[in-house]
Each structure stands twice: as structure tokens, then as C-alpha cells.
């Protein structure tokens, strides 16, 4: 039987799987199952993750949350056989990217066709305007109200340390010495490739049931998968280029294009769709 | 005619509510806090004969065995508007009589909620406000029923277009059915003919074949069998055009055999690079540093690389076979424009530039003329595939056959996307001669 490493993690933990699914090191040898902990229901632990799901499981990586543990991981942790060994590693989010991200009341009766809200460009929706006074009056309303952005990363910084201090992992101070030069998230939850290589190199690291002898061509192996990819991009929420100013962004390219799922938009043609609630092609 | 937003609230400080609020009120940054027994609102109207709705965002605080749902009544002056028991985040919605919006430029609401609580009182917090309901948004929303805007009568009946085929086909059903200009016009079906006869006809309902009005087919897909049994189910009077599936060859002239390409079930279905490469494969085994290779590789792929213009003459004979075949024509507009506008992104695949020819020609149908002004449709098509980049499948073109047709929408250093991927041609090729995985 196909030993397995099962991952229980937000959308975070499917770029680990899939990754790992890839590497060739491991094809045959060492399977990759993953619960979506955002996703995962009560009834789930009985029809989807009973006996048979676990049974090949030798290795748990579980994607740390704040506070008391959850009635879903503590059914998780339950359900381990004893001789199962866990890595704990953090989840990645940045909120200080996107400081608008508020509240937008189509959300309510549409809530997938903008998951990632803006609450300036939802109080300039119903206005008539042109793309250009439309544009216009988004920029000077989100410059005037520009909320302290440093502070915002320092509560997120706070965070990323919390999470680690739960953790076997540590990325806290790897976030912090990076996210100017290096784009690491699409959303504020959806990360690019280098979070990813970062944290499945130091899972892989410390998972026994890995030969150590592995290790090296497996570290190996995700840059090779991971050097060009980028990511969780299916949607790619630009960035305020104030924020960008605020936060000194270095990787920040005014003229960027941000994948929108089957489009690419520059930040002002995303404003315009986001605000006019366009649709869009897959 | 659907509900339409008049006006949308965003609550807390960075919103657009802190004029709005009055008593019994605590603001942060994204959302507003009901404060002790009552609050009140003031909220703009249009001030015409419309019909409206009211639409809050909220979240209750409520904590097992301390709070299990907050009451919430809503009010103005002594009319009662709603009355609700929160026990979770919920949008409620509020029908404002027309007595109280009509030629009215403001509403005053009296929020009334009677269940507060402390944070600190059932928790470690410092939080001491009498806290009930948060507000996160809101909007006011013009009813259908007293919406009389555009239309003119009776709805018109809605009409069914199937879209047979394959890529193209889906890929021109999908903008076609974004169309806010046709959507209560008519409904667009996409039909997948890879399959049996039987299994393609039992994705759609009988009587959506049987009642179409436009039938758009992609030639040269799937069984014959399946597009004779799709043509024999539709009305006598249906609008039916074909549409071809262009390739082209001479970008990618190196195509070849490669022993390495199998399928690899679970990874690569139709194996790992399906676009192969003769020279690549033939520089499989060199155990070559990257700059080295990449030399090998261009010197190797210029003496190799064949008559591009007898590529391009065969591929301009096809695209004319296809024009005698198809309604919509390809030829001519490929070859003028194919240098200046990437048209291909691979053998197989058309970008949306060439969808957009063919989407042009066949909306100039008069089912669809009829449904909608021609001019404002096609401004609609630009729109809606404004920045849409189409298949995600993007085979690098050698610089030699760049440079060779002068290919104005290629630079050296593009990169291309390959499903999850971005890559340049020199980082393909060396992936593609040491044959290396990669992930979707």
C-alpha cells in the first residue's frame, strides 16, 4: 500500500498536494491527500474521511488557525491513529495589501462574481459615470481615506508571528524579509509559488517518513516545478499603487497586468469591471 | 427586468455612512455596531415614483448559551418596515411602502434591539459597549415591479442558440452568453460532440433542440454521426451556420516524432509536452550546461527548420478548404493579419483575436440582428473579451520563424503561459530537451 501524507489546510494546502503529486521522487511512493478545513462538513468525517481515507495516512501537515482548536481538527485529531506523525506548519494571509476590502452589498445576492470586495468602488457603483470620472473619483476617494497601512502590516506581522508560535514551521520572518521584493500573495489569501516552494521544502523536511537521502533532489525537484509557476493566480487582485508607495513595494509594476480568470487587467481596468460588476470569461 | 441598485451603503469609517448615522452607533474601520436598545439611520432616497427595497449586510454578536440570536426591528415614525431574529450572519431585506419613498429624498429609520451585550462580560475582552448588531452594507434597490426604465411591454420570448463543437465552439459560447444585450433574448447551449450520439443529445433538454432558432456548428469534430443526429433534431426554420477549426503549422514548423511523448496517466493524459519538437528530442541525451544547450538547440533548429513560405502556403490551402466548407470564412483575414496580431497561440489553438473574426460573422444572423442593435452588440462582444487571453496552452515560436515572417507581436523575451505557468522560449526549450515535469 501507497504510504500517504495528508494535508489538512485551507486552499493553501491544494498547492501543497498538487505539488507534491508532481514530484517525481515521491510518484509511487508517497501519496498526498488533503481536507480542506475551510471546506470540510460533519457528515464529511463519516462518508468522506472514515476509516478507509486514514488508513494509509503516516504523516499529517496541519495548517495551524488562532484560537481554541476547531470542532472539525479536533475530529481530525481524533480519528489519527496514534502512530501518525504531525507537522504543524502557518497558514500565509496579508491584509494590509488590500485595505478596502471591505463591504459590497452585491455580494449578497451574487457573492462569486467579485469575491474580493472594495467597498470604495461598491459606493461608486451605482453612480453613471465615465470610465475616466469613474477611475478618477475612485483614485482621489481611496487616496483621501487611505487607511495607516503600516500599522494594518504590523497587526498582520502580529499575526503571522501568532500563527507561527503554534507552528513546527516558522514563516513570519521570511513574509516579512520578502513581501517588498518578492510578490508572495494574489489575494489576501491566495499566494504566489515562492510561499509555497518555502513552506513544502520544510514540511518535506521534517516528514519521517521521507528518506533523508531524498531530501536534497526533493528540494531540488520544487524548484523545478514551482521556478515558473505562478501560483494560486485564477484571481489576482491588483494592488493600490499608493499602498504600493506607503509599503515600498519594490516588485510593484504601476503597469502590471493581474490575471482575472481567463483575462489580464492593468489595476484600472480592474477598478472599472469590479465597479460596473462586469462580466467575465473563464 | 431585474432589480437594480440605486445606492450602495458601506458602513464604517472608510464607507460612506458617517453622515447617515445617528445615535446609538460605534463605527470601525469596515462595519458599524448597533449600540444598546435603539439606533437611527438617515438614508437618501431618489425622490421619484420608484419602488424600493431596503438591503442590509449584518452579523449578530451572539455566544452559545450567553446571546443565541439578536432581535431587530426596523422602523420610520410609527410604521413598522421589518422585524427579525438574527441567530447568524444574514442580508435582510426591507420593502419600503411607495407612501414612504415617493418624490421623498431622505428616510429616517428607527433600529430598535433589545438583546445587548457585553464582550467582557462572557469573554476575555476589554470591550465594555453594549454591542447587538453589526452593520457591514447595504443598498437601495429599485424593484422590477416599479422599474419602468427600457423596456417597452411584454417581454419578448426568449429564444434558444446551440453551440456545437469543441474548443472554439465553447470558447464563442461562453462570450455569447455574457451578453447582457441577448440574455433575456435568447439563452446560448453549449454541446460537447466528443462523445456517442446518444450521450451528446442527453446534455440538453429535447425541446431545446427541437425549438432552436440559431445553430452554430464547429465542422471537422467529433463523429459525423453525432452533428447529422444535432441537424436532424432541429427545427425547419433554424438559423444553421458552420464554423471551421483553423490550425496553423508554419509557426511551429519543427513538429516531429519524440519517443518520450506517452501518456502518463494522473500527470500528463495526453502526455507530458503534447507539442513535440524533433530537434529538442534529438538533443535528449547531451548532458549540456543551460547556455550550451540552448546554443546546440538554435544552431541545430536553423539548418533544420523547413520552407516556411511552403508551411504557410500549405496552411493558407487549408484555411481556404475550410472557407469552402464553412460559412465563416478564416483565410483571408488570417493572412493579412496573422503577423501583425497573434491569431494562434498553438497549432490547434486560435487566440481571441481569431474568435473575435469569427464571433463577428456569426452574430450577422438576423435571429440575432433582431434581438439586438448590431452596433451596441458588437461593443458589448469588445467589451465583455477585453483582456481575455483565451486558451492557456501558449507553444513558444522559435525566433528564426519570428524573424522570418516579421512578426510584429513577438518579442525575444515573451513569455508564454503553459497552464499554471510562465515561461520564456529559451526556459521551454531546455525544459522541453531535458524533458522535465512540471504542474498544471
Not at chain 1, 501519496?31 to 471546506?39: Q, V, Y
Not at chain 1, 513570519?172 to 489576501?188: G, P, Q, S
Not at chain 2, 452596433?375 to 507553444?395: H, N, P, Q, S
Request: with cysteine; hydrophobic share 40%.
Amino acid at each position: 500500500m501507497t504510504r500517504s501524507v495528508l494535508i489538512y489546510a485551507n486552499c493553501q494546502g491544494e498547492e501543497l498536494l498538487t505539488t507534491g503529486h508532481y514530484l517525481p521522487s515521491l510518484a509511487g511512493r508517497l501519496g498526498f491527500k488533503w481536507i480542506p478545513l475551510h471546506k470540510v462538513s460533519h457528515e464529511d468525517w463519516d462518508t468522506k474521511y472514515g476509516a478507509d481515507f486514514m488508513a494509509d495516512v503516516v504523516t499529517v501537515w496541519e495548517q495551524m488557525e488562532s484560537g481554541p482548536p476547531s470542532a472539525n481538527r479536533q475530529e481530525l485529531r481524533a480519528r489519527l491513529p496514534a502512530s501518525v506523525q504531525t507537522v504543524r506548519f502557518p497558514p500565509f494571509s496579508a491584509l494590509c495589501l488590500w485595505p478596502f476590502a471591505g463591504n459590497d452589498p452585491r455580494l449578497a445576492v451574487d457573492p462569486m462574481r467579485y469575491p474580493w470586495s472594495d467597498s470604495v468602488a461598491a459606493m461608486l457603483a451605482p453612480q453613471d459615470l465615465p470610465d475616466d470620472a469613474l477611475f478618477s473619483e475612485y483614485m482621489r476617494i481611496t487616496t483621501e481615506r487611505m487607511p495607516d497601512v503600516e500599522r494594518r502590516l504590523r497587526l498582520d506581522i502580529a499575526r503571522w508571528q501568532a500563527s507561527d508560535a503554534q507552528s513546527d514551521i516558522k514563516s513570519a520572518d521570511w513574509v516579512e524579509r520578502n513581501f517588498r521584493d518578492i510578490k508572495l500573495f494574489h489575494t489576501a489569501g491566495h499566494l504566489t509559488a515562492a510561499p509555497t516552494a518555502f513552506v513544502l521544502k520544510q514540511l518535506l523536511e521534517r516528514t519521517e517518513a521521507i528518506h533523508r537521502n531524498d531530501l536534497l533532489r526533493l528540494s531540488g525537484e520544487v524548484d523545478m516545478l514551482l521556478r515558473h509557476h505562478l501560483g494560486q493566480n485564477f484571481e489576482s487582485v491588483p494592488v493600490h499603487p499608493v499602498v504600493a508607495e506607503r509599503l515600498r513595494l519594490r516588485f510593484f509594476d504601476p503597469n502590471a497586468r493581474y490575471r482575472w480568470h481567463g483575462h489580464e487587467w492593468t489595476f484600472r481596468e480592474y477598478i472599472l469591471r469590479y465597479a460596473r460588476w462586469a462580466p467575465y470569461l473563464d | 427586468m431585474p432589480d437594480r441598485l440605486e445606492a450602495a451603503f458601506v458602513f464604517g469609517s472608510l464607507g460612506n455612512l458617517t453622515g447617515a448615522l445617528g445615535d446609538g452607533w460605534s463605527e470601525e474601520d469596515n462595519y458599524a455596531w448597533a449600540l444598546g436598545d435603539e439606533s437611527r439611520l438617515i438614508l437618501p432616497l431618489p425622490g421619484d415614483e420608484g419602488t424600493y427595497t431596503l438591503r442590509f449586510t449584518v452579523h449578530p454578536l451572539v455566544h452559545p448559551g450567553v446571546r443565541e440570536s439578536q432581535r431587530l426591528r426596523i422602523a420610520t415614525g410609527e410604521t413598522e418596515l421589518g422585524s427579525f431574529d438574527l441567530p447568524q450572519r444574514a442580508t435582510i431585506e426591507v420593502p419600503l411602502p411607495i407612501g414612504l419613498t415617493r418624490h421623498r429624498h431622505r428616510i429616517d429609520l428607527i433600529l430598535t434591539h433589545p438583546d445587548a451585550v457585553r464582550p467582557r462580560d462572557f469573554k476575555e475582552s476589554p470591550d465594555s459597549r453594549w454591542l447587538t448588531v453589526c452593520f457591514h452594507s447595504g443598498g437601495l434597490v429599485r424593484t422590477s415591479a416599479g422599474f419602468d426604465g427600457e423596456t417597452d411591454g411584454e417581454a419578448a420570448d426568449v429564444l434558444h442558440a446551440v453551440i456545437a463543437g469543441h474548443n472554439v465552439a465553447r470558447q464563442i459560447a461562453s462570450v455569447m452568453s455574457k451578453l447582457s444585450l441577448l440574455e433575456d433574448r435568447i439563452t446560448f447551449h453549449y454541446v460537447g460532440m466528443g462523445g456517442t450520439v446518444e450521450a451528446t443529445v442527453q446534455t440538453l433538454p429535447p425541446w431545446v433542440l427541437r425549438s432552436a432558432q440559431v445553430y452554430w456548428e464547429q465542422s471537422d469534430v467529433g463523429s459525423p454521426d453525432v452533428a447529422a443526429a444535432l441537424r436532424g433534431m432541429l427545427p425547419d426554420d433554424c438559423e444553421v451556420r458552420r464554423m471551421p477549426s483553423p490550425h496553423m503549422t508554419a509557426l511551429w514548423p519543427l513538429q516531429g516524432t519524440d519517443p518520450r511523448l506517452v501518456r502518463e496517466p494522473g500527470r500528463y493524459d495526453i502526455g507530458r509536452y503534447p507539442f513535440t519538437d524533433r530537434v529538442g528530442a534529438s538533443l535528449a541525451n547531451m548532458m549540456l550546461p543551460d547556455d550550451v544547450m540552448i546554443l546546440a538547440y538554435e544552431s541545430m533548429a536553423e539548418k533544420e527548420v523547413p520552407n516556411l513560405d511552403a508551411y504557410l502556403e500549405a496552411d493558407v490551402d487549408a484555411w481556404r478548404r475550410l472557407d469552402a466548407a464553412n460559412d465563416v470564412q478564416v483565410a483571408d483575414f488570417i493572412v493579412d493579419n496573422f503577423r501583425r496580431q497573434r491569431l494562434f497561440c498553438a497549432p490547434p489553438h486560435a487566440t481571441p483575436a481569431l474568435l473575435r473574426h469569427m464571433i463577428d460573422q456569426l452574430v450577422a444572423t438576423p435571429a440575432i440582428e433582431a434581438a439586438a442593435d448590431p452596433t451596441a452588440l458588437r461593443r458589448e462582444i469588445d467589451f465583455v473579451m477585453a483582456g481575455w487571453v483565451g486558451c492557456r496552452e501558449e507553444l513558444p515560436v522559435h525566433p528564426h520563424v519570428a524573424r522570418h515572417f516579421d512578426l510584429s507581436w513577438w518579442q525575444p523575451d515573451m513569455h508564454y503561459r503553459w497552464f499554471g505557468n510562465e515561461w520564456t522560449f529559451e526556459q521551454y526549450a531546455l525544459d522541453y530537451i531535458r524533458w522535465n515535469p512540471w504542474r498544471p
